[in-house]
């Protein structure tokens, strides 16, 4: 199992490096997890390249006709540009989980039965299993809070999470 | 490249000559910076009120603003406008973190770790 990590989810880890200083490569860096070409194609879009440690990561083989062959059978998944659509096919293909700052990618995950996550809730899952002090969270929560990144129901929710962590 | 033809009245064309003659630069160029200026307002427009009305995600918004992502989560502040996520959308993903065990995920060489590590 690994996971696997979005254009979207890394430019909101660097903006968290940026404007917090709180790093978290460092908790990535324990962890399996990949990517495909066409997210790598992305990541150096944006240049992500040099923030990304990608040698950490694992390049997911993952060809174009393997991605047409899945949007004949599905479609809809056009809906999405071409690197989340070989997430997606990923997640399906290989027990992935996903990691995303895009409420559309991981309501499609869910729909596919798939785990996925997007930094919040990643993070508070860091919390639960002691990888994260309680104290980073609530800082990464009260910027989430006051740069109106998510909704006001969605950080509640993510505090009385929280709040249960002893 | 492509080229974009249209029309416009004779005293709005006199307009434009003695704008792009104060500022030093074409005709054309100075049309071409007036569309891509009201463009880019206009896209960072229709793509927080789309994604305000829960019609698209944050990553399609986020690339038809044509803004960084530093700048597109700056703009989400500015204009309090962000992503709508359902209830159960939400609900699931809680679920999700409940039923994952880090160990499952851990590279080999990290079996044994020192946390927290943040």
């Known amino acids: 199992?690994?996971?696997?990590?979005?254009?979207?989810?890394?430019?909101?880890v660097q903006t968290i490096y940026r404007d917090l200083k709180i790093d978290l490569r460092i908790l990535l860096k324990h962890f399996r997890?990949?990517?495909?070409?066409?997210?790598?194609?992305?990541?150096?879009?944006?240049?992500?390249?040099?923030?990304?440690p990608l040698s950490d990561g694992y390049q997911i083989p993952f060809s174009n006709q393997e991605l047409k062959k899945f949007q004949e059978k599905y479609s809809f998944i056009?809906?999405?540009?071409?690197?989340?659509?070989?997430?997606?096919?990923?997640?399906?293909?290989?027990?992935?989980?996903?990691?995303?700052?895009?409420?559309?990618?991981?309501?499609?995950?869910?729909?596919?039965?798939?785990?996925?996550?997007?930094?919040?809730?990643?993070?508070?899952?860091?919390?639960?299993?002691?990888?994260?002090?309680?104290?980073?969270?609530?800082?990464?929560?009260?910027?989430?809070?006051?740069?109106?990144?998510?909704?006001k129901r969605e950080i509640k929710r993510w505090k009385n999470e929280l709040q249960q962590v002893r | 490249?492509?080229?974009?033809?249209f029309r416009v009245k004779e005293e709005e064309k006199a307009i434009l000559e003695k704008i792009a003659k104060i500022e030093k630069i074409s005709l054309a160029e100075l049309s071409k910076r007036l569309i891509l200026k009201e463009l880019n307002e206009l896209r960072i427009k229709i793509a927080f009120d789309l994604m305000g009305k829960g019609k698209i995600g944050k990553k399609i918004a986020w690339k038809m603003s044509g803004l960084?992502?530093?700048?597109?989560?700056?703009?989400?502040?500015?204009?309090?406008?962000?992503?709508?996520?359902?209830?159960?959308?939400?609900?699931?993903?809680?679920?999700?973190?409940?039923?994952?065990?880090?160990?499952?995920?851990?590279?080999?060489?990290?079996?044994?770790?020192d946390i927290p590590l943040l």
């Open chain 1, 1 to 12: 199992m690994l996971f696997l990590i979005d254009t979207c989810f890394w430019l909101h």
């Open chain 1, 33 to 52: 997890w990949g990517y495909t070409e066409q997210i790598l194609q992305e990541y150096k879009h944006y240049h992500l390249q040099n923030f990304v």
């Open chain 1, 78 to 151: 056009r809906e999405f540009d071409i690197s989340d659509q070989t997430l997606v096919a990923c997640a399906k293909r290989d027990s992935a989980i996903i990691l995303t700052d895009d409420g559309g990618l991981l309501m499609e995950i869910q729909s596919w039965g798939k785990l996925g996550f997007r930094l919040p809730a990643f993070c508070l899952w860091a919390v639960k299993k002691g990888l994260i002090r309680k104290n980073t969270m609530i800082r990464l929560l009260r910027f989430w809070e006051n740069n109106h990144l998510f909704e």
């Open chain 2, 1 to 5: 490249m492509y080229q974009i033809n």
């Open chain 2, 68 to 113: 960084s992502y530093y700048e597109f989560l700056k703009k989400i502040n500015d204009l309090k406008i962000t992503e709508k996520v359902s209830e159960e959308v939400m609900e699931k993903e809680i679920a999700a973190m409940n039923q994952l065990d880090y160990k499952e995920l851990l590279k080999s060489s990290f079996e044994e770790i």
